[in-house]
């Protein structure tokens, strides 16, 4: 399949010279060697030229093969979708509790901007936390069992609170969506700074607010709690220590 990816270069955070990079050629694992789980054929859906074909010349039996576009389609209304990506590394011959193995990636459309976080082995036990500083700065926390990865965002424009979160577990890739508000194309998030901590475990509690007490029998409750300044998406299984607030 042939794309015409003009109208989006000045928006590719990667710069114009890694897109050139798979011009006029199969780009499929270039682009799969970052982006292995994006799905291209969606976004460029509006960027389609044509289905490369391959045949014979005209009046020539023995003639060379010839390369033909068809179906040309207007790229120009394309949704503009920029994305980059970045690894995290241990230290050589230390164990980084599956810090090594997360891929980060970003994507967005005209009114939202998404941030993917996706396991490339099998880590179960960890667990997500979006945080909001303001309207422009964003904190996410990874937890593993013995390292914390900290991910602050300053974006360059402003968003609403709370994101949409969405996790697959057969893909192992956890998304945040959010809103912008002012509705147009950035030509990147904005600044990030990555750190790595010890968790060190210490019981720590926060508060929440009970949006629905729901008995499933005569001693068991359902409660879900919100918290205005955060999100938590904890593992399958994991158990909570909860204690009520005297009134």
Same mark, same amino acid.
């Given at each position: 399949?042939?794309?015409?990816?003009?109208?989006?270069?000045?928006?590719?955070?990667?710069?114009?010279?890694?897109?050139?990079?798979?011009?006029?050629?199969?780009?499929?694992?270039?682009?799969?060697?970052?982006?292995?789980?994006?799905?291209?054929?969606?976004?460029?859906?509006?960027?389609?030229?044509?289905?490369?074909?391959?045949?014979?010349?005209?009046?020539?039996?023995?003639?060379?093969?010839?390369?033909?576009?068809?179906?040309?389609?207007?790229?120009?209304?394309?949704?503009?979708?920029?994305?980059?990506?970045?690894?995290?590394?241990?230290?050589?011959?230390?164990?980084?509790?599956g @810090?090594?193995?997360?891929?980060?990636?970003?994507?967005?459309?005209?009114?939202?901007?998404?941030?993917?976080?996706?396991?490339?082995?099998?880590?179960?036990?960890?667990?997500?936390?979006?945080?909001k500083?303001?309207?422009?700065?964003?904190?996410?926390?990874?937890?593993?069992?013995?390292?914390?990865?900290?991910?602050d @965002?300053?974006?360059?424009?402003?968003?609403?609170?709370p994101?949409?979160?969405?996790?697959?577990?057969?893909?192992?890739?956890?998304?945040?969506?959010?809103?912008?508000?002012?509705?147009?194309?950035?030509?990147?998030?904005?600044?990030?700074?990555?750190?790595?901590?010890?968790?060190?475990?210490?019981?720590?509690?926060?508060?929440?607010?009970?949006?629905?007490?729901e008995?499933?029998?005569?001693?068991?409750?359902?409660?879900? @709690?919100?918290?205005?300044?955060?999100?938590?998406?904890?593992? @399958?299984?994991r158990?909570?220590?909860?204690?009520?607030?005297?009134?």
């Amino acid at each position: 399949m042939v794309f015409n990816v003009t109208q989006y270069m000045d928006f590719h955070p990667g710069g114009v010279d890694e897109l050139m990079r798979g011009v006029g050629k199969d780009a499929t694992k270039l682009f799969e060697s970052v982006h292995a789980w994006v799905n291209y054929q969606s976004i460029l859906q509006k960027c389609v030229v044509g289905r490369l074909s391959r045949g014979s010349v005209s009046g020539s039996s023995s003639s060379p093969t010839e390369n033909t576009v068809s179906n040309t389609a207007d790229c120009s209304s394309a949704t503009l979708n920029p994305i980059t990506s970045c690894t995290t590394r241990s230290q050589e011959n230390a164990s980084d509790g599956g @810090l090594s193995s997360i891929k980060m990636d970003w994507k967005q459309t005209v009114p939202t901007i998404t941030f993917y976080y996706k396991m490339l082995r099998n880590c179960p036990g960890v667990s997500y936390e979006v945080a909001k500083r303001s309207d422009t700065k964003v904190a996410f926390k990874l937890i593993f069992e013995n390292d914390i990865l900290t991910h602050d @965002l300053d974006l360059i424009g402003e968003v609403e609170w709370p994101p949409v979160c969405a996790r697959n577990l057969e893909t192992m890739q956890v998304e945040f969506t959010f809103t912008k508000r002012d509705k147009m194309p950035w030509m990147n998030f904005g600044e990030q700074v990555m750190c790595r901590h010890i968790n060190d475990n210490i019981q720590s509690y926060r508060e929440y607010k009970v949006v629905a007490n729901e008995p499933l029998s005569k001693n068991v409750y359902m409660l879900i @709690l919100q918290s205005k300044e955060f999100v938590q998406i904890l593992p @399958l299984g994991r158990h909570v220590i909860a204690k009520l607030n005297n009134l």
